[in-house]
């Protein structure tokens, strides 16, 4: 019966610690990886302007170091882009 109870008590720890790990994934660890998945994918499909003006000027503005000024081309119309500016890594 020891024994028993004993197997129990040792389920019972590894099912909470499960519980707390799973919590702390998905509460903290996921949303920083989703994110940065999302912004990764939005800065491939981004036209960005990447000159060395407007890296020195984002550099003054925000402290982003080669940083490109970039927008995200507007579904409905293929000639406008959208008006939200946002940064993407300089890569060249």
């Not at 503005?61 to 500016?85: A, I, P, W």
């Amino acid at each position: 019966m020891k024994e028993a109870t004993g197997e129990l008590n040792m389920t019972i720890i590894v099912s909470i610690s499960i519980g707390i790990l799973a919590a702390f994934f998905f509460g903290f660890l996921w949303p920083i990886i989703n994110n940065n998945f999302h912004r990764t994918s939005q800065c491939k499909d981004a036209l960005c302007d990447c000159s060395q003006n407007v890296r020195d000027s984002i550099e003054g503005e925000t402290g982003k170091k080669n940083m490109c000024s970039c927008q995200m081309r507007d579904t409905t119309n293929t000639n406008y882009y959208g008006t939200e500016v946002f940064y993407c890594p300089f890569k060249g």
